[in-house]
């Protein structure tokens, strides 16, 4: 079973900031999911991974298999980046769930 | 940009009802799945339906549960016999093809209440 772990918890920072949060896996992947999840609960899919890095707009999301590890970078936060973000991983590549990590609680203040 | 939807948005069910809990997939995916997420908790795996079977399903999704694809377009989930720890937001997602190949698309939501 794999365990996904996140850091930090909880993030505040100032508008403009560079932001990033951290995603560790204990068991091999297929594929690594960054999820964004709004107050009202919805959750919108934002990168798939397998491999190196995928960039969106002023998201960047990169993984490093060997180390088990993958990280999400906000370039110049705005309050309107304020949410959870969440790391789910899967291990195979059909009907497989995803194993979601806590969720990273992140505040972007003006 | 095509959703997975989702109805209701909220159910309060006294304990010991049973509840349907239905979800509209994207019409071309073929890949459906079941989360749930405690209010305050992690979201959770439930069950994946692919090729009109349940292909995964974690321990949570005992003998109470059930799911549907009784049409073309809708994807259901029953719970028998509701108990106060069913209390959760239940999300349906889709994909077109399996979850280490394409992102899933969630829908909005069932919050479940049950009393």
């Known amino acids: 079973k794999n365990e996904v772990e996140q850091s930090p918890q909880n993030l505040t920072a100032q508008e403009g900031e560079f932001i990033t949060i951290n995603c560790s896996y204990s068991?091999?992947?297929?594929?690594l999911h960054w999820l964004q999840q709004h107050p009202g609960g919805g959750i919108v899919s934002l990168f798939m991974?397998?491999?190196g890095k995928k960039k969106h707009g002023r998201l960047i999301a990169t993984i490093n298999i060997q180390e088990k590890h993958s990280s999400l970078h906000i370039t110049a936060s705005h309050p309107r980046d304020s949410a959870v973000y969440i790391c789910?991983?899967?291990?195979?590549?059909?009907?497989?769930?995803?194993?979601f990590g806590k969720g990273t609680h992140l505040i972007i203040q003006p | 940009e095509p959703e997975v939807t989702q109805t209701p948005s909220h159910q309060v069910t006294q304990m010991g009802q049973e509840v349907i809990l239905r979800c509209v997939p994207i019409?071309?995916?073929?890949?459906f799945y079941w989360y749930r997420q405690i209010l305050g908790q992690k979201v959770e795996f439930l069950v994946s339906?692919?090729?009109?079977?349940?292909?995964?399903k974690s321990e949570i999704f005992d003998d109470q549960f059930s799911v549907e694809r009784p049409d073309g377009s809708n994807f259901t989930l029953k719970i028998r016999s509701t108990k106060l720890e069913d209390s959760a937001m239940y999300f349906c997602?889709?994909?077109?093809?399996?979850?280490?190949?394409?992102?899933?698309?969630f829908g909005d939501g069932t919050r479940l209440s049950i009393l």
């Open positions: 997602a889709s994909s077109d093809r399996g979850s280490g190949n394409q992102p899933q698309h």
């Open positions: 068991v091999g992947i297929s594929a």
């Open positions: 991974l397998s491999s």
């Open positions: 789910a991983v899967t291990g195979g590549g059909g009907a497989d769930g995803l194993t």
């Open positions: 019409s071309n995916h073929l890949y």
């Open positions: 339906f692919y090729n009109n079977e349940i292909s995964e």
